[in-house]
C-alpha cells in the first residue's frame, strides 16, 4: 500500500485508521477467496474483522459530526460573549458596590460588564413614593416598567430638608419665622391658629438660623423665637453650636432683663443634661445655679416684678429656684 495513503488515513484520526482496517481486512478476503480451498474459519475471522472495522467507522463519523458541531458552538459562544462586551454594560454587586464582571474563555479574559461610575447615576432622574413602613422609596419610571434603586427614611427627608429650599438666597427673618411657627409644637406656638404636622427638629433649625442673623430689624422675630427655643421639648433637640448660638444671643441682650437671666439659666441646665456634654456638665449646673441666684436678687430688690398677678410666671420661677 503506498506510504502516503496510509499517511493521509491516519491523520484522519480513528476513522482514517477504520478504513484502513477494511482496506486491509478486504486484501485479506480477496487473497483468500482466491484460493482453491479457502479455509472457512479464517473467512469467518476475516468477516468478523471486517464487520468491526466498518463498525469501528461509523463511530468515528459520528465522534467527528459531534466534534464539529462542539466547535461551531464553541465559536457561538465566544461570538455572543463579544457581543455582551461591546453593549458596554455596568453593574454592581449585590451591596451596591460598583464591581466589573469579567469571564475568561479560551485564555481570553472577556469584561461583561465595567463598575458602575460615581458619576453615572448624577443625571438620573428619581422620584419618591410613600410607602406605609414610614420610609419612601426612589424610583426612576421608564416607558417600559418603574425600577427601584432604593429607599429614604421619613427622618433622614426631615433631616435634609434645609437642602432642599431655594439657594438663590439667604432666608429673611421673616421668612425663618414664618418657617420656624410652621414646624413648632401648638403647646409652644399658641401666638397664632396653625394647623399642621409637628416637626420639632425643622422648628428648631429655622429658629436658630433666625437667632443667628445680624440684622437688628429682625430682634423682636429673635426675642419670640428665643422664648420658643427655651421651652424643653425644643431645647433638648439643640445641637452643641445651636445652644452656643441660644445662650450668646440670651447674652447679647435679646431678652430683657430678668427674664434673660432665668432663661439662660435654663438653657445651661438643659445643656448640663446631654450626654455629649459630659466634660462641661458640672461648669453648666454651676452656671445654672449662679443665673438663678442672680434672678432671686433682682426679683428681691425690684418691686415692680413682685406683683403677682401681673407676673405670675416670674413668681413661680422665683418660688421655684429657692434653694432648699
Known sequence: MDINLITKLAAAGAMGVSIFCIIKVYELLKAEQKKDNPRPTFLKSIYVSMAFAVLMTVLSLGIEIVRHNIDASDENIEDQISAIATNHYYSLNKNGNPEAIKLSYNNTLHTLSEALPDSCLKNCELKLEALSDNKHIAVKKTAQKTITFGYVSNAEIKTKALSFLPKRKALSAPELWTLGMAYSPN????????????????????????????DKESNTNKEKAIKLLIQPEL??????????????????????????????AQVYLSRSWQTWNKDNSNTDFNNYQQLLADYRKYYENNSWIRDTVKYANEHKWYQESKPL
Not at 435679646?254 to 427674664?259: G, L, S, V
Request: net charge positive; glycine share 2%; charged share 25%.
Open 187 to 214: 403647646n409652644t406656638s399658641n401666638i397664632i391658629k396653625y394647623k399642621q404636622n409637628e416637626d420639632k427638629a425643622l422648628a428648631v433649625e429655622y429658629f436658630s438660623m433666625l437667632i443667628q442673623l445680624d
Open 235 to 264: 431645647m433638648s433637640r439643640l445641637k452643641p453650636n445651636q445652644y452656643t448660638s441660644l445662650i450668646k444671643a440670651l447674652k447679647s441682650g435679646h431678652r430683657a432683663t430678668p427674664w434673660d437671666k432665668y432663661e439662660l
